[in-house]
């Protein structure tokens, strides 16, 4: 059975009857006494406590707030299970987005309750709420843990931050006894290089964003460092200060694989930042450091005789003997950041992982644990070109029989994987030019996303099939479209014109054609295969 990822609060997996997959009783029973629910009434109730927090929390009951562009995107398709999960979804992540709080604008990112947001959950979150409309919160979250760096924490970030621009009490005592998983601070450095991407906003690459960045990969790498080899890990008698991965339920995890592949992705996010600030030596001195990594990983921790990757490393240095079922937890990463190598490897290792998580029509209601885990795999699926998994594995999070589908996770990932899964809806980051690729199977005949926010751009975006898109530049400069499609025959028409093709594969994983459309204000076009 896969061992379900820590949460953002979690400590030992304890008892999970009536409670969220992996979550002790004793925790959710602190946090229904945080929301005002007794824990007497609460151990009687025959009811399941995630059900009561939701219904007494004036937080989760809260509506959408309404400023700028916020909630504006819309979706339609011929497919109506993907009409009605977005506009799910679209309300469900709005319930929880608010601009009016002692921490400034924010989203719940945490379990329901907390009033809180996890560097881990806003990480993930943060393109699904940038496709919301949600810029202004982002960006707030995303600074309160850069300004949280601390060297009286050994430069780690608080955990987690409440509504009270707080860290949050359940994880957090003082600066020697507080919470922390080792892969935060380099997942939301990639998370901010991401939303620099979406947003163009240089503040992204100025002020304490960027002291977060350079403390990161220089003073907290020296600090968690476990060897000559340039990994960072737990260190014996930091206990809960320096847990070694997400995965909170494996004991003795010194260095887990999703910790090696955080660290690389904020490698690779530094290196493209410093190439932004025109700092060439800088950029490719962490280029070099996280291909290092990548080889490192794909040569020491590929088990030939068992045909798959080691998972972690246990506190004695040596690769811990666990079974496959710590894949689901430890083996997301590794493949959402590309730390994997590409072909058999890449394919084993997705196929391992679907074991692990597996998640259907025929199993949603069932599940108990590994919800979190679930949430990477659409974009995992689609990444490489795995269409008909992807679609199957976003109808069912947004399912209603899916249990605690109101995980803010859930919606928010699900808004960005139809975005830029199903849609292909991207930032090119040499260039800043819009890409999209589509992604439909069989079920889908077309599919129109209205109203989002690109840069300074909002656009809409509609494929049928997927050898025909249509992009309309709804408001702001004129912009630069690579409009992509599977390598195969046919000539690429540009509003019926032939065109210039390029080859190059997609995120360097899916073979791609595309061409450049210059799209001004307020003007459309339509590219497709003749």
């Known amino acids: 059975m896969a061992v379900q990822r820590g949460r953002t609060s979690g400590r030992s997996p304890g008892s999970s009857v009536n409670t969220p997959g992996g979550w002790s009783r004793r925790d959710v029973l602190r946090v229904l006494a945080g929301a005002g629910i007794g824990a007497v009434g609460a151990l009687r109730s025959p009811f399941p406590l995630w059900a009561e927090l939701r219904a007494e929390n004036p937080f989760v009951a809260a509506g959408p707030s309404a400023s700028g562009r916020e909630g504006a995107v819309d979706f339609d398709s011929s497919d109506q299970q993907l009409v009605a999960g977005f506009r799910w979804a679209k309300t469900e992540a709005l319930r929880y987005a608010h601009n009016v709080a002692p921490v400034g604008p924010w989203y719940e990112a ?22 919301l409309g949600l810029q202004a919160q982002n960006k707030n979250m995303l600074r309160k843990f850069a300004a949280a760096i601390s060297p009286s924490r050994d ?20 600066d020697q006894h507080f919470w922390f998983n080792l892969p935060a601070n380099f997942d939301v450095l990639n998370a901010c290089y991401r939303q620099y991407l979406w947003t163009g906003d240089n503040d992204y690459l100025a002020g304490n964003f960027l002291s977060f960045y350079r403390h990161t990969v220089t003073d907290y790498v020296k600090k968690w460092e476990v060897g000559d080899d340039g990994l960072v890990g737990s260190r014996p008698g930091d206990g809960t200060r320096g847990i070694g991965s997400y995965n909170e339920g494996i004991d003795g995890i010194r260095v887990g694989a999703d910790l090696v592949a955080a660290q690389y992705s904020a490698y690779r996010s530094w290196a493209s930042i410093e190439r932004l600030l025109g700092q060439s030596s800088g ?19 590929w088990d030939t005789s068992a045909r798959r990757y080691f998972f972690a490393l246990g506190e004695n240095g040596r690769f811990m003997d666990l079974d496959e079922g710590s894949a689901g937890t430890l083996m997301t990463l590794p493949l959402y950041f590309g730390l994997v190598d590409p072909g058999i490897r890449t394919q084993l290792t997705i196929e391992e992982v679907a074991r692990c998580l597996p998640i259907s029509e025929a199993t949603i209601a069932s599940l108990r644990e590994g919800l979190e885990d679930r949430t990477y795999l659409p974009d995992i699926y689609y990444r490489h070109g795995l269409s008909q998994a992807a679609y199957q594995t976003l109808i069912a999070l947004m399912d209603p029989r899916l249990y605690r589908r109101e995980y803010p996770e859930v919606s928010y990932t699900a808004v960005g994987n139809l975005a830029t899964g199903l849609m292909g809806i991207a930032v090119e980051p040499a260039s800043g030019d819009l890409q999209t690729f589509p992604q439909l199977i069989r079920e889908t005949e077309w599919a129109v996303i209205h109203h989002v926010p690109v840069r300074a751009n909002t656009i809409s975006v509609r494929h049928d099939g997927n050898g025909k898109t249509r992009v309309t530049n709804e408001s702001g400069p004129a912009l630069r479209w690579r409009a992509g499609f599977p390598l195969g025959t046919g000539t690429l028409l540009v509003d019926g014109a032939k065109s210039k093709v390029t080859e190059a594969a997609r995120e360097g994983i899916i073979p791609r054609r595309y061409t450049v459309v210059t799209l001004p204000a307020g003007k459309e076009s339509v590219v497709a295969i003749e």
Do not use: T
Request: glycine share 4%; charged share 30%; hydrophobic share 35%.
């Open 110 to 131: 945490a379990l329901p309750g907390r009033h809180a947001f996890c560097m881990r959950d806003v990480s993930h979150m943060s393109n699904g709420a940038q496709i």
């Open 155 to 174: 430069w780690c970030s608080y955990w987690e931050i409440n509504s009270d621009d707080r860290p949050a009490p359940v994880d957090y005592q003082n």
């Open 283 to 301: 950029a490719d001195e962490f280029d070099r450091r996280a291909q290092d990594l990548r080889q490192l990983f794909n040569r020491d921790w």
